[in-house]
């Protein structure tokens, strides 16, 4: 498969953080993630439930962008039932990050001084609570750019935060997965910071490094990404995302 593109290998990273959920709301933000959320149903997590991103939890394979009416409705999905969903630990969330540092704490809020940012963005967006009790996910598309040795405000909490708060809050916190243009990271070192998990193909551990500010923690022999299986090109290319908006991610 040497076609295989660096979206493709991406959208398959994300997918295998689903892996083991069984029945809780999938719910990704973005072309990449949803992709990538719909792909891990539509192959090896089967329980999942999505939704159309809209209001409704859907069945089927609806490509991204695709007619909303074209799904099949399992059931209404307003905001007072996805706040059950949030406080029931039923979610997996995938969320973006401006910046992120080795602990995980996250910033899409603002670039520079809270009360005087250089640049505003999304704002906290209900990061806080978003992760405090379920599985998060990140997708950063360009590594390079987002991670931080510190990150200038504190949207989402990384786990020298967590740490701090009482046992009920922690317990059931859990940054599963960091997807980057480079590799995927997670958090199950000794010390809860940022681990290299895989490679994408070509990239090297040198190269990781050089496009983070901090220390990459490695424990033994980092593996290769693993490439999409031929079902799960023909998925990716000609049903989730014929259009391939999600190569627009990558700039």
Sequence with gaps: MSDVTLDEICVVAIAEAFRGDGEVLCNPMGPVPVI???LARATFEPDLVLTDTIAYAIEGNLPFGGDPSDAVIESYMPFRSIFDQVWSG???????????DRH????????GEYRKPKAQLLGMRGA??????????????????????????????????????????????????????LG???????????????????????????????????????PESRLPTDEELALIRDVFDP????KGEFR
């Design 104 to 111: 995980g704490n996250q910033n899409f809020a603002a670039i």
């Design 36 to 38: 990538a959320g719909r």
């Design 128 to 181: 806080p609570g978003n992760l405090i009790n379920h599985a998060t996910t990140y997708w950063v598309p360009n590594q390079a750019r987002a991670f931080s040795e510190t990150v200038d405000v504190v949207s989402g909490p990384g786990y020298n935060r967590i740490a701090e708060l009482p046992e009920a809050s922690r317990s059931n916190f859990e940054i599963r997965r960091v997807v980057t243009d």
């Design 184 to 222: 995927a990271y997670d958090f199950e070192s000794a010390d809860r910071t940022m681990r290299v998990r895989s490679l994408h193909p070509g990239v090297t551990l040198e190269q990781a490094q050089e496009a983070s500010p901090f220390e990459l923690t490695v424990t033994g022999d980092v």
């Design 243 to 246: 259009n391939g908006v999600r």
């Design 90 to 100: 039923k979610r997996h969330v995938v969320m973006g990050a401006s910046q992120i």
